[in-house]
């Protein structure tokens, strides 16, 4: 089928673009300058980015500086634009101009086609006249990653968070009394309970959960209101507190001008800690994920202390193998975000004088780490957590045959001698108890009192 065009004018000239298309000729340009990766700004970003601009153009309204017709009309299509039904018309690759213009001005000229078509031709609403009024892609751009990330962490990633660590928590309620071997270093250690264990899983995803809200307060901070360079220029001085106004109402957030709108615009610091966070949530993720793995594994030649969820057939080859595929796909997540993390930190270090310029990859990378944590959390504790159970006979098993449970001798008969009785146990065979029986080193009951596992689990 043929493709029709249409010819469509700006300031650098005219521009040839498919006619279905609404966008306008600076997006046309950066279509044809940046066929990269063919990775788009996500839909959460889209939805921030038409919130920022419906917001705008209901303070310029209120500001006198817009009229009513235009106003409401490019709020009609900036909510369209913030719900999705356009999605098509928003092409600019993420690798484009470090500052997004040309994601901005995709969206200027999407917004006032929409608009315009919605009024008579005499008023007809300009892409930078009107729907960019009062703004620059410096600080419309950082204004949308901030929203997008707060909304969402808070829509997304902290419910996932919250019910795991319920998940987690109730699991180390569940355990508490099955003990089991301690390890350390992947060797016999003192005896724990695999609830004790899970118990510290559950506290590492509720200090994560604590670390990404901590973050929450310096991505409300908005740098909208800056304008190009910090200084405000072209912008009425209400306008950044009537946006943020607007957005806070939306969202039912406490979004607030920056304090200091050449830090809100140069500098991406705040990006680098909420990242931060998030890669502290994808090593904590790591060592939960493969402490599940270690205590699955098996299930006869293994550890199999635990038994995960059987979700799906394990091999293509080995009939009846189930592996451990929920807490792999976390994995790789995790891996995704601590390289996100460094992308991140690398763009946020790439801000020169008034300016960043790696915003659209950073934006691309913060959501992604929160939307696949989010998703990669929530199945996991649907799919694994949730249904994972204790093999309490293979637990209680490997107590007896614990070597190091002659650290609890230690005390009674010195270290030299606890170490003699676990080195002759490991070359016999025999356990601790017996050994210690046999050459008498204290009473039988006394023995037995000191190596009684469920008396190890505390200060003694």
């Not at 901590?214 to 991505?219: E, G, T, Y």
């Not at 998030?278 to 202390?305: H, M, Q, Y």
Request: hydrophobic share 40%; glycine share 8%; proline share 4%.
């Amino acid at each position: 089928m043929k493709t029709e065009f249409r010819i469509a004018k700006d300031s650098m000239g005219e521009m040839q673009i498919p006619a279905h298309m609404l966008y306008g000729a600076s997006t046309q340009r950066a279509v044809l300058n940046f066929p990269v990766s063919g990775l788009r700004l996500q839909r959460g970003f889209l939805e921030a980015l038409g919130a920022v601009k419906e917001a705008s153009a209901v303070v310029n309204r209120g500001l006198g500086k817009l009229d009513a017709k235009r106003s409401a009309a490019i709020v009609k299509a900036c909510r369209a634009v913030s719900k999705g039904e356009y999605d098509e018309h928003f092409v600019v690759d993420v690798f484009q101009t470090g500052s997004g213009t040309s994601t901005n001005m995709n969206a200027n000229e999407v917004i006032a086609t929409l608009a315009s078509k919605a009024l008579p031709a005499a008023s007809k609403v300009h892409p930078n006249d009107h729907v960019n009024m009062g703004q620059s892609s410096n600080d419309v751009i950082p204004t949308a990653m901030h929203v997008a990330a707060v909304a969402e962490i808070n829509r997304m990633l902290l419910p996932a968070l919250e019910g795991l660590h319920k998940s987690l928590k109730a699991k180390s309620k569940d355990f508490a009394k099955i003990l089991k071997s301690g390890r350390t270093h992947l060797q016999d250690a003192t005896p724990v309970t695999l609830g004790q264990e899970f118990g510290g899983h559950a506290r590492q995803i509720e200090l994560g959960i604590a670390r990404v809200k901590a973050v929450l307060p310096h991505l409300r901070e908005l740098a909208i209101g800056g304008t190009a360079v910090g200084t405000g220029l072209n912008t009425h001085p209400d306008f950044a507190k009537g946006v943020c106004g607007e957005l806070s109402k939306r969202y039912n957030e406490k979004f607030v001008e920056a304090k200091d709108h050449f830090e809100a615009q140069a500098a991406k610091d705040a990006y680098v800690e909420a990242s931060g966070a998030l890669k502290t949530l994808a090593v904590s993720l790591t060592k939960i994920c493969n402490d599940i793995r270690w205590l699955s594994s098996g299930p006869r030649t293994a550890f199999g202390e635990t038994s995960i969820p059987a979700t799906q057939p394990g091999s293509s080859i080995m009939p009846g193998k189930i592996n451990p595929v929920m807490p792999e796909a976390v994995l790789m997540v995790a891996a995704q975000v601590i390289g996100n993390d460094l992308t991140i930190s690398l763009g946020a270090a790439s801000g020169n004088f008034e300016l960043n310029v790696m915003m659209p990859v950073m934006a691309y990378n913060m959501l992604q780490s929160i939307e696949c944590l989010a998703n990669s959390v929530a199945l996991l504790d649907k799919r694994c957590v949730q249904g994972l159970v204790a093999n309490e006979e293979t637990c209680r098993g490997t107590l007896e045959k614990n070597l190091s449970s002659c650290t609890a001798l230690a005390p009674a008969v010195g270290y030299d001698t606890a170490a003699a009785l676990s080195k002759e146990a490991l070359a016999t065979g025999k356990t601790i108890r017996e050994i210690a029986k046999e050459k008498k080193v204290l009473p039988d009951k006394e023995i037995d009192r000191i190596l009684d596992p469920s008396k190890m689990l505390r200060p003694r």
